[in-house]
Nanobody, 128 residues
Framework: QVQLVESGGGLVQAGGSLRLSCAASGRTFSSSPMGWFRQSPGKEREFVAAVTYSGRSTHYAESVKGRFTISRDNAKNTVYLQMNSLKPEDTAIYYC?????????????????????WGQGTQVTVSS
């Protein structure tokens, strides 16, 4: 049974930083893309960041580019999201996602429809 477990969320003041972690179990994702999405009340779940299986290529939403960094440790089957210069509009539930696709030809990494496994989410609240 595949499980993705996020941690690291919390309450932070604007301008602060948080580091989210997502530990996968039940199968290895070292050959698959992984990503982060977020959802605010009344809004659709939106793409935040994605990383290819090797970790060499990353993708970001325009709203977080330059502030957030996604990375992965395949030995630990874990993906991270370093969030700096946080803004109140970053407040949301953050979800980790893993793709069942294997190898370098996985596409649509910015689409939530591409991902097959999801974590339960972790709340990030940024106060002004």
């Amino acid at each position: 049974q595949v499980q993705l477990v996020e941690s690291g969320g919390g309450l932070v003041q604007a301008g602060g930083s948080l580091r989210l972690s997502c530990a996968a179990s039940g199968r290895t994702f070292s050959s698959s893309p992984m990503g982060w999405f977020r959802q605010s009340p009344g809004k659709e779940r939106e793409f935040v960041a994605a990383v290819t299986y090797s970790g060499r290529s990353t993708h970001y939403a325009e709203s977080v580019k330059g502030r957030f960094t996604i990375s992965r440790d395949n030995a630990k089957n874990t993906v991270y999201l370093q969030m700096n210069s946080l803004k109140p509009e970053d407040t949301a539930i953050y979800y980790c996602a893993a793709d069942a696709c294997i190898g370098p030809n996985c596409r649509r990494l910015t689409s939530k429809d591409e991902y097959d496994y999801w974590g339960q989410g972790t709340q990030v609240t940024v106060s002004s």
